[in-house]
């Protein structure tokens, strides 16, 4: 079996068990395959945590949840050194970021050290205890969640540790034919029925298609648009208002993270070549975050969406 294959297999059973929820289901591979991190924003009960659990059960890997609260540690995620009086020594008890696919539930909701200690872990692909650094392993992806309805009490994310997330994505509630498809599926697997079994994704397939996604073909013009986009984030060539609108645009990892994600999208599509429409498809989540919107944007009540709806109406397309 293809690589394609192997992932589109992976695809179709993850729109079986999450329903609904197409674009989250397409963007954790995207992220999945570009090698990044995905920060999720949606209301409780949107399967956020059941996308993640479907997708580390359809992975040769290993899955843990950390669910955020006021109280937590760095330790308590990144593992601490444990007194063996047996051996009269300290050994290192690694803790829940040595797993491949970690969902971090409500991560906003942790105070800045925990915050840091794990986008530090999500940037160097390791973790520091004392005076000794642990690699994490080679396949590591982070979601994390955020609720949008419950503001008190958390910690929002500085927006220097949200450019460590390729991704944000904002998900709704479902239409009502995939509603009353949930409660079939609720009530089949209350009944004991389940999906076919399908093969796991091996580590060796995952990284077999993060090559071929690398090795898709960018063209000159589209590799100008990505960052003609990118600098209209900036406010360059962009206009009066955007300019006015915004306070900060993307960096060049929102650049590269562009770039990535665009070539994941036309792999997943079964394109061996980038268009314009992928580079389009995955802007907004790609620039969400990294847009930074001035107190004038926000007096004229202009979100970070409707900016980025102007940069690709102003930006013309190869």
């Not at 659990?53 to 040769?60: C, F």
């Amino acid at each position: 079996m293809s690589e394609f294959a192997a992932i589109d297999q992976v695809r179709k059973a993850l729109r079986q068990s999450v329903i609904g929820q197409e674009r989250l289901v397409d963007r954790m591979l995207v992220a999945l395959l570009a090698d990044g991190h995905l920060l999720v924003e949606g209301a409780p009960g949107l399967a956020k945590t059941r996308a993640i659990r479907a997708l580390a059960g359809l992975i040769e890997g290993d899955y843990q949840r950390i669910q955020f609260t006021p109280d937590l540690l760095p330790a308590d995620i990144t593992g601490t050194e444990i007194y063996r009086p047996e051996q009269g020594s300290f050994r290192f008890q690694q803790g829940p970021l040595f797993n491949n696919l970690i969902l971090a539930d409500e991560i906003n909701r942790a105070p800045a050290k925990v915050q840091s200690a794990l986008l530090e872990a999500m940037a160097e692909r390791q973790v520091t205890v004392g005076h000794t650094t642990y690699p994490l392993p080679g396949l590591f992806m982070v979601m994390a969640t955020q609720n949008p309805i419950e503001q008190e009490g958390t910690y929002p994310l500085p927006e220097a540790q949200l450019d460590r997330f390729m991704l944000h994505v904002k998900i709704d509630y479902p239409d009502l034919q995939h509603e009353r498809d949930i409660l079939r599926l609720v009530r089949g697997e209350s009944a004991g029925e389940s999906a076919p079994a399908v093969p796991p994704l091996s580590a060796e397939s995952l990284f077999a298609a993060r090559r071929e996604v690398a090795a898709l073909h960018v063209a000159g013009p589209v590799e100008d648009y990505i960052v003609r986009l990118i600098g209209a984030s900036r406010g360059v060539n962009a206009g009066p208002d955007l300019q006015r609108w915004i306070a900060w645009g993307a960096s060049p990892r929102g650049t590269i993270a562009l770039d990535a994600c665009a070539r994941a999208h036309a792999w997943l599509g079964g394109r061996d070549f980038v268009s314009p429409d992928d580079v389009q498809a995955v802007l907004h989540d790609v620039l969400r975050h990294r847009v930074i919107l001035s107190y004038e944007a926000e007096a004229d009540a202009v979100g970070s969406d409707a900016v980025i709806d102007a940069m690709l109406a102003r930006v013309a397309a190869p």
